[in-house]
């Protein structure tokens, strides 16, 4: 059951991460609109800009505001004498890991939420501002390269609908990898679960023959709707559509163990976010027993710092392959929880 002092000391966290993290979102966003004013006037206006923005910012700031506003919290709390007097009546860490639990478990949830609900959209407006939220596998003017069983494909444009393509090309494979075909189409139409290339070239490369086809028949495993996400980076992406990627491995430009990872990235980054902020809880405790403020405040800052570098290369090590998805996505916030769980258990005792 949550008593006065838990609430007490999860309504000030609350409330210094509601203030940190508007303070800080409305300076990033204020700094991109300095930079991307006359794209976001001429497209859309600078309210859409700000509404598509404000989704990745918040998976950017939330975690880090999380921490900020919990050590900001039990700093005041420590040099009012409060978190001291709570500890001499028995207030452990642990308890204040308790008070702090629904916050950490809010952010969780908000983290989740708008990964999967908000971003995706949010992505997709920015991009037809002509704004680049994430880096993508392929640029927009660059052509779409992916596999078809043992077949290689390069589609250079496709329709808004994704009903259409414009010059494609299949090199058609053996089982050995050896180049059999190679059928060019400036032009492919959809046609219910086909794809038909029209006045399509087809090169034999055994004899370098050709001949002109008025129709050829393409079915690839893909479904219509997938083609942006081929080339979109896995951040715009919902889980279906990864998993859908991951899946199609035939299809897919990128590995299955690639896709593998963002999904479980998407359960692990919450999971850290929440973990973010009660790190603050075991600093705060020592800033509680006397020592010097500086030192345990930029300790926590440079903990949580070197989390996110750590992560990041391990979401690089496991897009390459070198480590597998599962620890990629879950090696880092189980570190971090195993740090928070140490500093609990075996915090300096008094005297």
Known sequence: MIGHLDRYILSRVTVS???????IAGLAISLDILSNADKAAQAGGVLTYVSARLPILTLKLAPITGLLAALISLLGLSRSGELAAAGALGASQVRTIRALSPIAFAIAGLIFVVSEFAVPPAAQTLRAMGLEPFARIAQPTDAIWLRDGLDIVRIEKVSD???????????????AGQLTFEIQAHTAIKKEDTWQLQNAEILDLS?????????????????????????SHP?????KELQSLSDAISISPKPKYYYDHWIQLRYSAPFSSALMLLLAIPFAGQM???????????LALLTGFGFFVFENLATVAAESGAIGPYSGAWGPPVALLLILLSMVCFKEQPG
């Not at 991460?17 to 303070?23: A, E, G, K, L, P």
């Not at 414009?166 to 090199?171: D, L, M, P, R």
């Open 161 to 175: 609908n994704e009903t259409k393509i414009e010059n494609i090309t299949i090199f058609k494979r053996t089982g």
């Open 288 to 298: 509680a027993r006397g020592r010097s403020v500086a030192a345990p405040l930029a």
């Open 17 to 23: 991460f509601i203030i940190v993290f508007v303070s």
């Open 207 to 231: 004899d370098q023959s050709k001949k002109i086809v008025d129709i050829v028949k393409w079915s690839p495993a893909i479904l219509v709707g997938s083609f942006a996400s081929l080339a």
């Open 235 to 239: 951040s715009e992406l919902t889980l």
